[in-house]
Nanobody, 121 residues
Framework: QVQLVESGGGLVQAGGSLRLSCAAS????????VGWFRQAPGKDRQFVGL????????TYADSVKGRFTISRGNAENTVTLQMNSLKTEDTAVYYC??????????????WGQGTQVTVSS
């Protein structure tokens, strides 16, 4: 099973930016759809966005559209989530995942451990 590791989370003020990375243990990662998700305390996990295996297709949740950008990293086994104009409601644990990732759904087969993003007012 491919192991996924997220990094780059932290504390940022509202209006600021953070860049999250998702690194995979296998090069096959570069050929599969990768999804980003988040879960805030007391709330259900939420779809944030995805990028297709070839990097040509990205889809975002309405709540992050225009502020977040998903891209394939320079290394073939990484995907990044650039988050700009952060809002306090973006505070959550962010996960990357692969396997049966579908836009708008919060399910996938293989998950990372998550990285905490906290946006202060």
């Amino acid at each position: 099973q491919v192991q996924l590791v997220e990094s780059g989370g932290g504390l940022v003020q509202a209006g600021g930016s953070l860049r999250l990375s998702c690194a995979a243990s296998a090069r096959t990662f570069s050929r599969v759809t990768v999804g980003w998700f988040r879960q805030a305390p007391g709330k259900d996990r939420q779809f944030v966005g995805l990028i297709s295996g070839n990097g040509l297709i990205t889809t975002y949740a309405d709540s992050v559209k225009g502020r977040f950008t998903i891209s394939r990293g320079n290394a073939e086994n990484t995907v990044t989530l650039q988050m700009n104009s952060l809002k306090t409601e973006d505070t959550a644990v962010y996960y990357c995942a692969i396997g049966d990732v579908v836009a708008g759904l919060s399910t996938a087969r293989n998950w990372g451990q998550g990285t905490q993003v906290t946006v202060s007012s």
